[in-house]
């Protein structure tokens, strides 16, 4: 069955460091892969998606994910991160059958 | 334009009462698609819709349970008798075609309190 990990419940960074966030997935085939965040009062919103092709992809907002097949894994990285980015980051699988299977999710606080 | 939109943002019931939940997906989006997300918890897939038809609806918890979406467009999440593990946010997505590799467009949700 179609699984995603997101190991870390919370995060705290210094606004300006590196972002690191991990997402681990079980699936079958290829799969499809997305990162959302999720800010308060606000729906979630796409980050970033890796379908095939180049296993680095670029996203909104600064944002970059890596597609890693032998680790199974899709983190999602920033080089510098802004007190704005403070939010719910929820890695997810696309499935044959349309469903989406989204982990439990990252909390992000960012320190000035 | 307009994105998807969740009606009404908060709804506070008591036990063993009916709610609806309303989801105008954006316009011309043939996929539709409901999730409840607990606390503390990412999404979970309830029910997905392509056109006026539910495509999948393996994820209701039980027959409690409802979704509807009889002109295409706009969808109403029922839930019957309702229980206080009912509480969550109910998140609707609409996406302009299905797949799996589609982007999904969220709503802000509904918060139902089951008191």
């Known amino acids: 069955a179609q699984s995603v990990t997101q190991p870390d419940i919370h995060i705290t960074v210094s606004e300006g460091a590196s972002l690191e966030l991990r997402c681990n997935y079980s699936?079958?085939?290829?799969?499809?892969l997305f990162w959302y965040v999720q800010s308060p009062g606000q729906g979630l919103q796409l980050l970033l998606k890796?379908?095939?092709?180049?296993?680095l992809v670029q996203g909104i907002k600064g944002f970059e994910a890596e597609f890693k097949r032998s680790q199974s894994s899709f983190n999602l990285r920033k080089p510098s991160v802004h007190w704005s980015d403070a939010a719910e980051y929820f890695c997810?699988?696309?499935?044959?059958?349309?469903?989406?299977?989204f982990g439990t999710g990252t909390s992000l606080t960012v320190i000035p | 334009g307009a994105g998807v939109s969740q009606t009404p943002s908060n709804k506070v019931t008591e036990k063993g009462k009916y709610v609806e939940l309303r989801c105008d997906p954006i316009?011309?989006?043939?996929?539709l698609y409901w999730y409840r997300q607990s606390l503390g918890q990412g999404p979970e897939f309830l029910i997905y819709?392509?056109?006026?038809?539910?495509?999948?609806d393996s994820g209701l918890p039980n027959d409690r349970f409802f979704a509807v979406r009889p002109e295409g467009s706009v969808s109403t999440l029922k839930i019957q008798r309702t229980e206080r593990g009912d509480s969550a946010v109910y998140l609707c997505?609409?996406?302009?075609?299905?797949?799996?590799?589609?982007?999904?467009?969220f709503g802000p949700g509904t918060r139902l309190t089951v008191l």
């Open positions: 997505a609409s996406s302009p075609v299905p797949g799996a590799y589609n982007e999904q467009f």
């Open positions: 699936y079958g085939a290829t799969p499809y």
């Open positions: 890796y379908f095939s092709g180049d296993t």
């Open positions: 997810a699988v696309g499935a044959p059958g349309n469903q989406f299977y």
């Open positions: 316009s011309g989006h043939t996929a």
């Open positions: 819709f392509q056109g006026t038809g539910a495509a999948d």
